[in-house]
């Protein structure tokens, strides 16, 4: 046992350090220069909104619900809001989280202010985007790290690649065992099985509709079973319910709760508890498994309350100064993702090199203590045929349940009936339009056409997902969609969001609308718009139909990198596989129709 840090592990965490704070200097500085441009531009950009009105609070979830005449902003669910009247540069601003938006309402939820001030003065609020500054928070973790004997002895000797995990033979076999009783795959009992074996670590990878959460259920009750006490933690709220609730699900008697704000439990089957000391298991030696985020290890919510494992879900978006928070706290890591989705969202163009911008799924794969998950369960055999070959090495593969799977369709819809087709699972549809950036009329428009078609011929509003980058082309869908169904719910039982949102969810028709169809602006965004790895996420949520809505002008787009250059192919091949429509013409047609008309 070491009582400090060799030379080499002092070199990591010196570079961590200065990543943490690189990081958030860059987030500050560029938050701070944008708000110093005129409130116009800001909203123009899509930073701020102004001329909000406090209407009062939502009795079910205690969200603060504003009013305004305009919602043109890209704010997410999940954003740091600042709200003020005039200046957040020079104002005693109220911090609060963005819960929900619309074109024209907005519901958030107050982390630190006077929400008193909402009432004395209700309207002409301004809301820019704000940062959340957690410097102090890696810094200690990091402090820590270099302190306890887990820190030096385990978790710094991973990251190095000093220390490998060991698996007990007789404990696998046991595991695996009982995996392949429980009903799961070869692959899914394999990785269990491994995991619950390690001493140290284990990664699994799981590929789009191959079961995560289902072998993370099965890992805890092995884990459980045991005796052991585990910790499921992510980076969202939504991972760590998802998981709770599908191991309440496959394990109804298992002790289980969640440890955090009761505002996050909308979409949680589970008992949550604001801190561990008010839990039933803060006073039991019996194994069990509570769910929180990293950050609640650093809190009062789980202060001081050590795991024998924790499970890191969705670890590709996982950075390693978050890692090293829920890492502290246990002994053996297990790392459940696809390194092959989205990674982590860092400023610091030298990320890379400082490994803050890392995920500790990317720093850890490759090292022969990982498996991958092979059978897809939810895409059929045309729809799993170009990611597995793009980025799977041909591994994945659909069951044999799901490999012919089509939309029932009763009878093809009238508008449509080519793009719906359920003999094609995969299909282009081409409008040719041209100069469009972030936001497409024409796109949104046979957007809503293909959805009104596929609700009259009776599939239900909820299986339909829309994917776009942009959420200003999200905005323009769902107004059209308003339009045609007016005040009618439906158009809400349909997601309509970025790549970001409709990570790790599924639908049997997938609308994707790309919105850009000018090559220079499009160059402009390779890193972003190109990227294969939102583009995997993107095609890879539909179960039986996937639609893409753009215009093949944006392929002409040629990057000067040679590395972006090979990003806009991704995008070529993809919908070269495709099924090909020209629907230019089509909607020239019944454009010119309804005017005479």
Known sequence: MSDKPNNESRKLLEKLEFAIKEEASIQRETIEKQWRLPLEERIHKGKAISRLRFSGINEQNGNLIFICDENNSLFRIGDILFFHRNNPLFENCIECMLEYDDDHYIEVNVRFGDTNRFEKKPTDWIADEGYLDLTDLYLHALSDVADKDVGRNRILPLFLGRLKPCASIPLYLKSHKSSIEAGLDNSQAESAAQAAASDLAYLIQGPPGTGKTIVIAHIVRLLVSAGERVLITSFTHRAINNALNKIAEVNPTLPVCKIGEMARTDDLNVPNFESFSDSPFASTDQGYVIGATPFATRSSRLS????????????????????????????????????????????????????????????????????????????????????????????????????????????????????????????????????????????????????????????????????????????????????????????????????????????????????????????????????????????????????????????????FDPKMKKRVDYLKDFLGYCQYYDVSKEMRWQESSRKKS
Not at 309 to 333: C, N
Not at 520 to 548: C, D, G, H, M, Y
């Open 304 to 559: 001081g309350v050590d795991f024998e494992t924790i499970i890191f879900d969705e670890a590709s978006q996982i950075t390693l100064p978050l890692a090293l928070m829920g890492m502290l706290v246990g002994k053996r890591y297990i790392f459940v993702d696809d390194d092959k989705q989205l990674p982590p969202v860092v400023m610091s163009p030298r990320c890379e090199e400082s490994l803050t911008g890392a995920s500790i799924f990317g720093l850890l794969s490759g090292r022969g203590f990982e498996s991958m998950l092979n059978v897809t369960y939810r895409m059929n055999q045309i729809l799993t045929e170009w990611p597995s070959k793009t980025f799977y090495m041909g591994r994945l593969r659909p069951a044999p349940h799901v490999k012919d799977r089509k939309l029932d369709l009763p009878n093809l819809p009238m508008t449509w009936p080519g793009l719906l087709d359920p003999n094609y699972p995969a299909v282009f549809a081409d409008l040719r339009h041209t100069n469009t950036t972030i936001r497409s009329y024409q796109e949104a428009k046979l957007v809503t056409e293909l959805i009104v078609d596929l609700v009259l011929v009776g599939i239900d509003p909820s299986r339909i997902g829309v994917v776009t980058p942009y959420r200003r082309q999200g905005r323009e869908i769902r107004k059209h969609l308003k339009r045609v169904w007016g005040n009618s719910s439906r158009h809400r039982e349909i997601v309509i969001d970025t790549v970001e949102r409709m990570q790790g969810q599924e639908r049997d028709v997938i609308l994707v609308s790309l919105a850009t169809s000018n090559p220079s602006f499009a160059e402009q965004l390779a890193e972003f718009f190109f990227q294969p790895n939102r583009l995997n996420v993107t095609i890879t949520r539909a179960r039986t139909k996937l639609i893409v809505i753009g215009s093949s002008e944006v392929l002409k787009a040629s990057p």
